[in-house]
């Protein structure tokens, strides 16, 4: 089944501790990007990827990182994580220039 | 002004109803247009893809583009329960293809 896959699901943690979440495509896609959605103000990009070992910054990078060292991973990592950074976040993947994004389900994260 | 604009709602309909949801837009550059659909707890899927104006129909979908009135639709015929969800537009620039996501709109069908 095509998809995106993220882990964990939900995922709670303390101010400071540096965590990961992991993304993965099976598609083949090109393209992906990390995104938050928060109440009341939608999605927003954080990062995206135009290929392997390319990144740039979406509309909201301050306290996130990315790589993409190969195709199908794209894992977003948070060194030093706040509170500000409590949401649900998704990856989603896409062919370059094609027609929308797959999604996977989402990790719900909570900084305490 | 936010570069998507779109009304939160909620919008409540009864079952068989006729719903529109809409979005307006400010860069006249935008030339693709989406609507995605997201339930509860899951990640947004894509309904809908046109790059012109005028009409586009799937199954009890259209979606309907004015670019000179910067102006998007979603028409769903035939509302029923299992349609309540968030549904979000969004609008991508030509070259980038790098979307920009309403903020969404909560649609509830009631029996």
């Known amino acids: 089944e095509a998809q995106v896959t993220q882990n964990p699901r939900y995922l709670i943690t303390v101010t400071g501790k540096k965590l990961t979440v992991t993304c993965s495509q099976n598609?083949?896609?090109?393209?992906m990007s990390w995104y938050r959605q928060d109440p009341g103000l939608g999605l927003r990009q954080i990062y995206y990827?135009?290929?392997?070992?390319?990144?740039d910054k979406g509309d909201v990078p301050e306290g996130y990182k990315v790589s993409r060292k190969e195709k199908r991973n794209f894992p977003l990592i948070l060194e030093s994580p706040s509170p500000n950074q409590t949401s649900l976040y998704f990856c989603?993947?896409?062919?370059?220039?094609?027609?929308?994004?797959?999604f996977g389900s989402g990790t719900r994260l909570t900084v305490v | 002004q936010k570069e998507v604009e779109q009304d939160p709602g909620p919008l409540s309909v009864p079952e068989g109803a006729i719903v529109s949801l809409n979005c307006t837009y400010s860069?006249?550059?935008?030339?693709?247009f989406m609507w995605y659909r997201q339930y509860s707890r899951k990640g947004p899927e894509l309904l809908m893809y046109?790059?012109?104006?005028g009409n586009k129909e799937d199954g009890r979908f259209t979606a309907q583009v004015d670019k000179s009135s910067k102006y998007i639709s979603l028409f769903i015929r035939d509302s029923q329960p299992s349609d309540s969800a968030t549904y979000l537009c969004?609008?991508?620039?030509?070259?980038?293809?790098?979307?920009?996501f309403g903020r969404g709109t909560s649609l509830i069908v009631h029996p």
């Open positions: 989603a993947s896409r062919v370059t220039g094609g027609n929308g994004y797959t």
């Open positions: 969004a609008i991508a620039s030509g070259g980038s293809y790098i979307p920009t």
């Open positions: 598609m083949n896609h090109e393209y």
């Open positions: 046109t790059y012109s104006s």
């Open positions: 860069n006249s550059a935008f030339q693709y």
């Open positions: 990827s135009m290929n392997v070992e390319v990144t």
